[in-house]
């Protein structure tokens, strides 16, 4: 692949500016000079020297922003690295991820914050790690929250597990509120989905497989937001799977919680009738559940209750895949590469989605859950973060080709519109070879 370059004059020509926050769609030239942007307005080609993108027909908007990645280093990078997951990120249109703390060791004490933020530096993806809310991610003994925060943080997540002693969980949404930093919880039940494979359900019943059933995640929203409402603070649930915790989250919202919650592409796009296929790319956790979730989980964005989008990349080794059988694969997918392309198909083309509001919980939804909305702000002057995609290119997606290490994806085969064609980022820019 080529590798980003500094952007020291660039002219994106032609492109139709989508800023979700002013809800505004124009036509113009954007001068990037020295990483910053300089111009917005109407700029001749003969009179500029530097590199310049035809955008004629492309989309340029904020740089998008995933809140779920699993970056892999340290500890597992025969999975995925720091840089491998930001070229990924990249190549999908994303300029920044939050690195989940489920590493080896776990990124529950300073240093591992610090070596994820060095091997990040310099990079055109902006990498904000996410630390572990309780020591070795066992649920019991909560972090050094203010060093932590202080050290880069900006959330907190034991994800790939809930929150065990629900006492933790109470002093980790006390702590984290003094520095206005999310808690970011996985709900699962761990004893009720204990030996699943799958969506507990009509299909597992016909495969014979072990289900994991939607309560599992239902049961640990529901104490959440009563801890929440209790002690106050700030919950994310991440990728939320079925239609009972879409109605909790709603009805948490409207009494004014400060809750906020994500989904990912393969629970809107996908059933759990891809399992009838036994293929490990469609194991995920929490599982692919039924159309009737589906449908409730595209109501949930549509009418706010569902803030954001987040891909939960999450990549394994193809002989943990694809040579192991169902039930002892580990659970996961990627999806840095093909989110934008599977949120375009789903939301906009099948569910007339305005791109606007896609984009908007790609981008500024969850940069608000993080508190890094200023990050994406489009006016002269500002830090050029941005993304430029032909909404109209269609691609298919080969995992050969991702940049990512990981090849598990559930969407092989796909065509996807929505190209990425450059992105700008950090005094840096990148664009896809023809
Ligand atoms: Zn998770």
């Known amino acids: ?22 809800r505004s769609a124009e036509q113009v030239d954007i001068v990037i000079e020295n ?46 690295t720091i840089a491998t997951g930001c070229q990924a990120a990249m190549a999908g249109g994303f300029t920044a991820v939050c690195s989940m703390p489920n590493t080896d060791p776990p990124a529950d004490n300073r240093s ?57 969980l109470r002093r980790a949404l006390e702590y984290s509120s003094m520095f206005d930093v999310p808690v970011i919880e996985h709900c699962e039940d761990p004893y009720l989905d204990e030996g699943g494979v799958m969506n507990e359900g009509f299909v597992a019943t016909e495969l014979g497989l072990p289900g994991m059933p939607r309560i599992a995640e239902e049961i640990i ?53 891809e399992m009838r296929r036994f293929d490990s790319n469609f194991k995920m956790n929490p599982p692919l559940r039924t159309a009737e979730d589906v449908q409730a989980l595209i109501e949930g964005l549509r009418d706010g209750t569902i803030d954001a989008i987040a891909s939960d990349h999450a990549p394994h080794c193809v002989h943990e895949k694809d040579e192991l059988e169902l039930e002892y694969a580990p659970f996961g997918v990627i999806g840095l590469e093909t ?49 430029v995609f032909a909404p109209e290119e269609r691609w298919r997606v080969d995992a050969n080709r991702f940049f990512s290490k990981g090849r598990n994806t559930p969407f092989r085969d ?15 820019w990148w664009r896809r070879e023809a």
């Open 1 to 22: 692949m080529n590798e980003p370059q500094q952007a020291k004059r660039v002219l994106i020509k032609g492109g139709t500016l989508l800023d979700p926050k002013r």
């Open 339 to 387: 989110t934008l392309g599977v949120v375009l198909r789903v939301l906009v083309q099948e569910h007339s989605f305005p791109l606007a509001e896609v984009l908007d919980k790609l981008s500024y939804q969850p940069a608000r859950i993080i508190r890094k909305e200023e990050t994406l702000t489009i006016r002269e002057g500002a830090q050029a973060n941005l993304t």
């Open 35 to 80: 990483g910053r942007i300089a111009t917005i307005g109407r700029i001749e080609e003969a009179s500029f020297s530097g590199d310049v993108v035809d955008a004629r027909g492309h989309v340029v908007c904020p740089g998008l922003l995933d809140l779920h990645v699993h970056l892999r280093e340290p500890g597992q990078e025969d999975k995925e």
């Open 221 to 273: 929203v529901q104490r959440d937001l009563s801890v929440l409402g209790y002690v106050g603070g700030r919950l994310h649930i991440a990728h939320v799977s079925t239609r009972g915790s879409v109605e909790l989250i709603r009805r948490a919202k409207e009494k004014g919680l400060a809750v906020t919650a994500e989904v990912t592409p393969h629970h809107l796009a996908l059933t759990d009738e």
């Open 414 to 428: 796909w065509e996807l519109p929505g190209r990425v064609r450059a992105v700008f980022n950090n005094g840096l």
């Open 112 to 168: 591992v914050i610090e070596f994820i933020r060095e091997r990040a530096a310099g990079r055109l993806v902006t990498v904000y790690p996410i630390a572990a809310i309780t020591k070795g991610r066992q649920g019991e003994e909560i972090s050094e929250m203010a060093d932590l925060v202080e050290a880069g943080a900006v959330a907190f997540s034991d994800d790939g597990s809930s929150v065990k002693n629900t006492a933790v």
